[in-house]
């Protein structure tokens, strides 16, 4: 059965797109076949750490333009991991990013309808792992992707404004839709030893990543879990994998 994860935070600043990236590359190291979709419409960032090689973006499959196949583009040579890892690429050109503000609600709800389609077809096709990179807080294009996902993993960064916010979320939108969740607090500026929390508004904590400068002034193309496999940070990443796969 495919799983379908939606990385989702309350704000942006969390670092939800390294999350995202180096947990897709941390199911396709151990042989689980993975695509990681771009639904960030608004600030797309991955197409600056990879080179996209496709002529569609998954702005197109979403407005009905291509097949969700035709956005794909296969990283698993540069990854150099045992499954294979696809990447759908939002467009970050500004004029479409413009453009998508005066999208109705109409091509909102045939985007999810898509998006479910999309998600079937890749389970048609032999994918263990999807993972949807979303944008921050309560945007469409984010509650798309959680109500087209079987989980939602909430990147959560220790501030006041974080915290009220995931409550929210996790209240008002993750519950009413029936969706299991679980939370990564990153970047924790406190001392990880003294923590003892294992959940947090009735959600499981999956693990607390302290804040590690050297990360930020590292390449931003450099995904830690294929570069350096025993960074305490790419640790923490497999250890999410195997806690969210133990959920399911």
């Known amino acids: 059965m495919t799983l379908t994860l939606a ?100 091509w909102q709800a045939g985007a999810l309808k898509a998006l479910m389609n999309g998600k079937k077809e890749l389970a048609a096709n032999s994918l263990d792992v999807i993972i949807f990179d979303t944008s921050p807080g309560v945007e469409y ?26 409550e929210q979320l996790i209240k008002g939108v993750y519950t009413l839709l029936d969706k299991k969740c679980a939370i990564i607090d990153n970047m924790y500026h406190g001392n990880c030893l003294d923590i003892i929390e294992k959940s947090r508004y009735g959600a499981p904590v999956l693990a607390t990543i302290p804040c590690m400068c050297e990360i ?12 350096e496999p025993e960074h305490l940070f790419s640790k923490s990443i497999m250890t999410i994998k195997d806690k969210i796969e133990a959920m399911q």
């Open 7 to 106: 990385v989702h935070s309350s704000k942006g600043g969390t670092g939800k797109t390294s999350i995202a990236v180096n947990l897709a590359v941390a199911f396709a190291s151990e042989g689980k076949n993975t695509c990681l979709i771009d639904l960030d419409l608004r600030g797309p960032s991955l197409s600056s750490m990879f080179k996209p090689e496709t002529h569609f973006w998954i702005n197109d499959f979403l407005s009905g333009k291509c097949s969700l196949k035709d956005t794909l583009n296969d990283i698993k040579p540069e990854m150099e991991t045992s499954g294979h890892i696809y990447v759908s690429f939002a467009n970050p050109d500004i004029g479409e990013i413009r453009d998508l503000v005066s999208k109705d609600r109409n």
């Open 216 to 227: 930020a002034t590292r390449s931003k193309n450099e995904i830690l879990v294929h570069s």
């Open 141 to 166: 294009e984010s509650i798309n992707a959680v109500a087209a996902s079987d989980m939602v993993i909430i990147v959560h960064n220790d501030t006041a404004a974080c915290f009220n916010c995931t």
